[in-house]
């Protein structure tokens, strides 16, 4: 349960929620999830304990790290039923939660949570800007590298999206991959020679499909082969695809084939 940030030091406040802290680490730093996504997934673990599930947080500390990523992908989805829109929840009506209700001992139901989505997302909202963002931060700037987000729902770093914002390249200097919400993000190849701006596909995307981008990353290179396309949610993914693991779309005459983005393997 969170306490009122004003009446608490840093210190205090990390040390009261030194248990989310283990997790929000377990997380980014075990597991490589995305530092920003994670906050959204300690939160809602934390409105499962202030329902009722007692000791939550406490409980799946116990967890091995593939349980624990088996939940975090489970919360993930549960999130995505929240903040999806209204006409998108029908897909996900029938899905189940089998870590989460084995760890809570019941069945947790989406029917619940779609009742009460908006008392849920302010709930997540809050938690995630009154702690995550304050007791969390250094977590990721000291082993992450990574800088607070001003926008509490963003999930990567200052891309291009629909918001606007400046654009991020699509790898490190490494040759790490930035993306790790590859379960809706594109990845398109244009023709050598034939390259697309950031700005033609944005528009080709928003104008076909409505306003579906959270992010762009553009190849570094001055030619332009490829860029990484990252959706809002995985009902827009599956729109552009169809079902095809290989689609052709036609941006101002200029081939571009898409597919599934898979990140390159962390090290």
Known sequence: MALPVEELTLKQLQQFHNIDRMAYSRLVLTLRFDPFPSMKIVAFWNFLERIGFKHFVHNLLHFSDRMIFSLAKETL??????????????????????????????????????????????????????????????????????????????????????????????????????????????????????????????????????????????????????????????FDFSRILGGQKLVKLFINGKQVRVRRFVPKCRK
């Open 77 to 234: 989805v549960c999130l995505e039923c929240l903040f999806c829109a209204p006409q998108e929840i029908f897909p996900w009506v029938h899905l189940d939660f089998p870590e989460m209700n084995k760890l809570v001992g019941q069945e947790i139901l989406l029917s619940f949570l779609f009742k009460n989505r908006e008392a849920v997302k302010g709930m997540i909202e809050d938690f995630v800007k009154d702690v995550c963002q304050v007791a969390f931060m250094d977590i990721v700037e000291g082993n992450l590298g990574c800088k607070p987000s001003s926008n509490p729902d963003s999930e990567l770093d200052s891309p291009t999206s629909d918001d606007g914002g400046d654009n991020r390249e699509l790898f490190t200097d490494d040759g790490k991959a930035r993306v790790d919400s590859e379960d809706r993000s594109l990845f398109m190849t244009f023709s050598r020679g034939h390259p697309v701006s950031n700005q033609e596909l944005h528009g080709f995307i928003v104008g076909k499909y409505g306003k579906c981008v959270e992010a762009i990353y553009m190849d570094k290179n001055p030619k332009r082969l490829f860029a990484c396309v990252v959706l809002r949610s995985h």
